[in-house]
């Protein structure tokens, strides 16, 4: 029987155990997203909608004005620049300073260099909660506060990018290296002209990491923005929803926060496979 | 660069073989400066900081500081509230790692049966909370738990749960609900990167064993319980680690649902160095104190996890 039923066409190869489980999936799916998928139609209501008792997913009548509100009362617009300007410099750092660092633990030779390696990757372990009030304090008595430069400062380094990128720079063969040497190529050259574009993709990788986790950042710039002006979205976002209770509407709020989302989510659903098997690699988050 | 200098043929010996021996190390430091600046500015002076800072009691709106010893320490473990705080978060703990871990691995089993073209979609769609801030998930709760016309009272009340909206529990108001609710929460925004490392570790055990089970004529039962469970249980560890680690600071969510209330239900030990240090009369030194017994937590729990890294490296 079994062989029988292996050998029909294509078609006919359905059963009951497969449906059950494509129903299951798509059940718990739409559940786990469920959050998501209300903040989204909720975003599109009218402002009497969002408010009926018993509430409904789906609007009735689509609108933009929640947008509008979002984008127009509460500065969304600044925010979101602000939280562009943000993750975009910490990305860029973090990838420029952990190709740098990566490639003098993996390639060159130098003395302390397992003692610094095992000090950065040591520099994993420390909570940042054992050290933002100190930073909050260097920050501020420098003058930073409030500046994209305290927003920033903190996170232009990565450990977890030097570790990431140290292991993918160890798998090139190191012919590579005596090859451009002997050719009169120096190290600057060659990190930048051969190893990077071999290493596109872990590098793109980790820029995504960077950028995830610089974008949902909530406890710091909470504590070093003080003005509307220099907040980031999630900052804009949690300040949005505490006017509710003055009597505010939700539908604005979800706006926002599907403003706050929807970067993420695009690089989600560009970069699902990349960011999946990273994470299910390093272990990290980023 | 190196090279040229090797080159010049009015370089005296000595000096090149000096600049050969320098160079190479002064190169490889100057690739590295700018990671250990930074490492060393915001990460490994501030441990000395904070614990230079929680042995002192510094006057608010001020700069006096007076150095008072282990007091801060003393005053927190002999006070009633932070104990409360150490509780509250062992509670939040318990109830969001192992209900995280037990639904993502029995979701990562059914994401790895082979459902054709789909996977991708069912994947998107269990993966997707991985993206999302602490701060959204709050927000996204908040209207959740609504107390009017909140969709969550509703559903349950629709399922029989509860009889009525009346009866349904008031989320964020009350102090027995309010915890639940941020553990609720909290562990939706952490459940997308458990499935993922949950599924990692599913697709790495090898086919053969279940083929030699089916043979035995083992049920998808048994071939769970005796397969796939025990061969999960290093993927399982670090899942039990790394949640233990994230829980411990999860800050975002109850800054956002509770403000660490109703009274101090939800205020755990991370939300509590943040009220210390920054809400109303900041008492760093009382904070820093306060951060340094969590990051001993957290960090012995960062050892164990490092110290039996090696062990997972079959599986992952």
């Known amino acids: ?286 | 660069m190196a090279q040229s200098t090797l080159d010049g043929p009015t370089a005296a010996r000595s000096t090149v073989k000096a600049r050969k021996r320098v160079w190479p190390t002064l190169e490889a430091y100057l690739y590295l400066a700018p990671t250990l600046i930074g490492l060393l500015i915001f990460v490994f002076i501030p441990i000395f900081t904070s614990f230079q800072l929680s042995l002192n009691r510094i006057a608010p709106f001020g700069n006096q500081t007076r150095f008072v010893g282990l007091d801060n320490y003393v005053t927190l473990l002999t006070s009633a509230d932070y104990w409360d705080t150490v509780r509250i978060t062992f509670l939040f703990v318990l109830g969001t790692v192992p209900t995280g871990i037990a639904l993502a691995v029995a979701l990562a089993i059914l994401l790895s049966y082979p459902v054709g073209r789909m996977a991708w979609f069912y994947r998107a769609l269990i993966f997707v909370p991985v993206i999302i801030s602490s701060a959204v998930t709050g927000v996204l709760f908040r209207w959740l738990y609504h107390p009017v016309v909140g969709y969550l009272s509703y559903w349950m009340v629709q399922l029989g749960i509860f009889e009525n909206m009346q009866q349904a529990p008031n989320w964020l108001g009350s102090k027995e609900w309010a915890l639940v609710a941020v553990i609720i929460a909290t562990a939706w925004r952490q459940l997308g990167f458990n499935v993922i490392i949950a599924l990692a570790g599913v697709q790495n055990i090898d086919e053969s064993f279940y083929d030699a089970a089916k043979v035995d004529g083992a049920g998808i039962l048994q071939r769970i319980r005796h397969i796939t469970l025990p061969l999960l249980s290093p993927t399982l560890f670090f899942l039990l680690v790394i949640n233990v680690i994230y829980s411990f600071q999860a800050f975002g969510e109850i800054n956002i649902l509770t403000q660490g209330g109703p009274g101090r239900a939800t205020t755990t030990m991370v939300y509590s160095i943040f009220e210390t240090a920054f809400v109303g009369t900041p008492q760093r030194g009382l904070a820093s104190a306060q951060a340094y017994i969590l990051a001993v937590m957290v960090i012995s729990m960062s050892f164990i996890n490092f110290a039996t890294a090696s062990r997972r490296v079959h599986y992952q």
């Not at chain 1, 139609?41 to 909608?49: A, E, R």
């Not at chain 1, 990431?164 to 002997?182: C, E, G, N, S, Y």
Request: aromatic fraction near 14%; charged fraction near 10%.
């Open chain 1, 1 to 286: 029987m079994a062989v029988q039923t292996r050998k029909a066409p294509r078609g006919f190869h359905i059963r009951f155990s497969d449906i059950a489980v494509n129903l299951l999936l798509i059940l718990i799916g739409v559940a786990i997203a469920m959050p998501i998928i209300i903040a989204i139609f909720t975003s599109f209501k009218t402002p009497s909608q969002v408010i009926t008792f018993p509430p409904s997913v789906l609007p009735k009548d689509w609108t933009l004005q929640n947008y509008v509100v979002a984008w127009n009362v509460n500065p969304f617009g600044r925010f979101l620049l602000n939280s562009t300007i943000q993750s975009g410099l910490i990305t860029l750092a973090q990838v420029l300073f952990s190709v740098m660092a990566a490639y003098a633990f993996a390639i060159l030779e130098f003395p302390g260099r397992n003692a610094l390696f095992y000090l950065v990757i040591g520099s994993l372990m420390v909570p940042f909660e054992l050290v933002f009030i100190p930073n909050y304090q260097l920050i501020s008595a420098l003058g930073w506060g409030d500046t994209y430069m305290g927003l920033t400062m903190p996170f232009l380094v990565s450990a977890f990018g030097v570790f990431l990128l140290r292991q993918f720079f160890l798998t090139v063969p190191k012919d590579f290296h005596d090859a451009a040497r002997i050719d009169g190529c120096g190290n600057w050259r060659y990190l930048w002209t051969v190893l990077v574009p071999l290493s596109k993709g872990s590098i793109g990788a980790f820029a995504i990491f960077a950028f995830l986790s610089a974008w949902n950042q909530y406890l710091w710039p909470l504590i070093i923005t003080s003005s509307v002006e220099m907040r980031t979205l999630q900052i804009g976002i949690r300040y949005f929803m505490s006017t509710l209770d003055r009597g505010a509407d939700w539908g604005p709020v979800m706006a926002g926060a599907v403003i706050a989302i929807l970067p993420a989510l695009a690089v989600f659903l560009i970069a699902q496979k990349q960011l999946v098997r990273g994470i299910a690699m390093s272990g990290l988050k980023g």
